[in-house]
């Protein structure tokens, strides 16, 4: 899947990741195949919180443009539909998109976002 964020444009400037094993190997993984010179940081905030939770992780990350988050489920289908409206199916290694029109991070918690994207690997069998 770092391939194709890579080849969409939409590099993060920075990464945070659950300390769970499982997520912090798909996101370094991405970092390798997308061949990103991006920050992983990992929270453990975004293992046992409910979109609330990552709400306030994303409002304390610093001022980049393109922030990634990486996780676990049902959390980040719960966090797509309470942030955009939609209901996404996020499977392993999905890539849900989202925009938002903030200033900075902080005002999160609070915004709606617009879901541009959803990256699933089944979809991309050879690129990823």
Do not use: C
């Amino acid at each position: 899947m770092g391939r194709v964020v890579t080849s969409q444009e939409r590099v993060p400037h920075l990464i945070i990741s659950s300390t769970a094993v499982r997520a912090r190997t798909t996101a370094e993984l991405a970092i390798e195949s997308g061949g990103w010179d991006t920050e992983l940081r990992l929270d453990p905030a975004l293992y046992e919180s409910g979109p609330g939770g990552i709400l306030e992780v994303a409002a304390g990350a610093p001022d980049v443009d393109r922030l990634m988050l990486v996780g676990h489920q049902p959390t980040w289908s719960m966090l797509v539909r309470r942030t955009t409206g939609d209901k996404v199916d996020m499977k392993t290694a999905s890539i849900a998109v989202i925009e938002f029109q903030l200033g900075n991070w902080a005002g999160i918690e609070g915004a709606e976002g617009s879901l541009v994207a959803l990256l699933q690997p089944g979809e991309f069998a050879g690129s990823t």
